[in-house]
């Protein structure tokens, strides 16, 4: 189907943990996507809202809906500009640098919020300094400085800033969900 579904399905993680937790997910979709080789229907109907929006920016880029530079701006920006008009902060995707780590949990300050996450990623083999791409409470990739300031400036725009902070309960939730459902 794309080139790389498999980071697609890494940022489409945390959400389908959500729907599994919400039981708004059936189980022959929910083992689809576990396995890594949902079909396109699949796709279609469990993310109804990123893939039109994600069809649309794939043809305007002319390249595959799952080519990376298409998923890393969608996910950036046209996601990000999307949960935020929605209200859904905790959705949203966001850059952050590698501040600490301790066996397989990261230490994250995420950007340009004031919030650092503990996250716990396998055989991920970041270093202190680097930058990468939060969706919620995942580590979906690492990028390079560049992209990583369009999407603070991005969010900036948006409104995001130092005054702002991810409620604790939300990430204690989010985190539940990941011990819940094995996210690593």
Same mark, same amino acid.
């Given at each position: 189907? #794309?080139?790389?579904?498999?980071?697609?399905?890494?940022?489409?993680?945390?959400?389908?943990?959500?729907?599994?937790?919400?039981?708004?997910? !059936?189980?022959?979709?929910?083992? #689809?996507?576990? !396995?890594?080789?949902?079909?396109?229907?699949?796709?279609?109907?469990?993310?109804?809202? #990123?893939?039109?929006?994600?069809?649309?920016?794939?043809? !305007?880029?002319?390249?595959?809906?799952?080519?990376? !530079?298409?998923?890393?701006?969608?996910? =950036?920006?046209?996601?990000?500009?999307?949960?935020?008009?929605?209200?859904?902060?905790? =959705?949203?995707?966001?850059?952050?640098?590698?501040?600490?780590?301790?066996?397989?949990?990261?230490?994250?300050?995420?950007?340009?919020?004031?919030?650092?996450?503990?996250?716990?990623?396998?055989?991920?083999?970041?270093?202190?300094?680097?930058?990468?791409?939060?969706?919620?409470?995942?580590?979906?990739?690492?990028?390079?400085?560049?992209? #990583?300031?369009?999407?603070?400036?991005?969010?900036?725009?948006?409104?995001?800033?130092?005054?702002?902070?991810?409620?604790?309960?939300?990430?204690?939730?989010?985190?539940?969900?990941?011990?819940?459902?094995?996210?690593?």
């Amino acid at each position: 189907m #794309a080139e790389n579904l498999e980071l697609f399905l890494r940022f489409a993680e945390g959400c389908r943990c959500y729907l599994e937790d919400t039981r708004t997910i !059936s189980q022959k979709d929910n083992d #689809a996507i576990k !396995s890594g080789r949902p079909g396109n229907d699949v796709i279609k109907r469990v993310f109804y809202m #990123a893939h039109p929006e994600l069809e649309q920016l794939s043809r !305007s880029m002319r390249k595959s809906i799952f080519d990376e !530079s298409v998923l890393m701006r969608f996910y =950036c920006f046209e996601h990000n500009k999307m949960m935020h008009e929605q209200g859904h902060f905790a =959705c949203m995707c966001f850059p952050g640098t590698i501040v600490g780590r301790m066996n397989d949990e990261y230490v994250i300050e995420l950007e340009p919020i004031d919030t650092a996450l503990r996250i716990n990623a396998k055989g991920l083999g970041l270093q202190h300094g680097d930058w990468v791409l939060v969706h919620r409470m995942n580590i979906v990739e690492n990028i390079d400085h560049k992209l #990583a300031k369009e999407a603070i400036d991005y969010l900036k725009r948006l409104g995001m800033d130092k005054h702002l902070k991810f409620p604790p309960e939300t990430i204690k939730y989010m985190a539940e969900l990941k011990d819940k459902y094995g996210i690593l």
